[in-house]
C-alpha cells in the first residue's frame, strides 16, 4: 500500500525554525516526482517546493525562497522541508506529494499544477 506520512509539525514562534519529515511506503521516492504543499485557513492549497525527477530541477515558491529546503534521504526513503525564519504567513497544513504519472514534468510544472498521491499534513502554526 502506496502511503506519505508526514511529521514535524507544530508551534513555533516568528523567526523560528521546523523540519518537517515525509516517511514513504509502498514507493520509493527516487523513482518519483516529489514536493511539499500547503494550505492555510481560509485560502486554496498552493505548492511549497517541488523536485522533478524527469529534468532534476527544484522549484520554490517565491515567498519561501531563501527560507525553505528540500531534500532527501534515498537510505530512509524520507522527504524533508527544512524551514527558516518563519513569519505568521507560513501558518497552513504541509501536505507532503508525490506524482506517479509516466510522464516527468519540470518542478515549476507540479508547483503551479500539483501532483497526484498526497498525505494527510502535519500543521505548522508560527506566532507573533
Known amino acids: 500500500e502506496v502511503q506519505l506520512v508526514e511529521s514535524g509539525g507544530g508551534l513555533v514562534q516568528a523567526g523560528g525554525s521546523l523540519r518537517l519529515s515525509c516517511a514513504a511506503s509502498g514507493f520509493t521516492f527516487d523513482d518519483y516526482d516529489i514536493g511539499w504543499f500547503r494550505q492555510a485557513p481560509g485560502k486554496e492549497r498552493e505548492g511549497v517546493s517541488c523536485v522533478s525527477r524527469g529534468d532534476g530541477t527544484i522549484a520554490y515558491a517565491d515567498s519561501v525562497k531563501g527560507r525553505f529546503t528540500i531534500s532527501r534521504d534515498s537510505a530512509k526513503n524520507t522527504v524533508y522541508l527544512q524551514m527558516n525564519s518563519l513569519k505568521p504567513e507560513d501558518t497552513a497544513v504541509y501536505y507532503c506529494?508525490?506524482?506517479?504519472?509516466?510522464?516527468?514534468?519540470?518542478?515549476?510544472?507540479?508547483?503551479?499544477?500539483?501532483?497526484?498521491?498526497w498525505g494527510k499534513g502535519t500543521l505548522v502554526t508560527v506566532s507573533t
Open positions: 506529494a508525490a506524482d506517479f504519472s509516466v510522464l516527468s514534468y519540470s518542478a515549476s510544472y507540479y508547483l503551479k499544477y500539483g501532483m497526484d498521491y
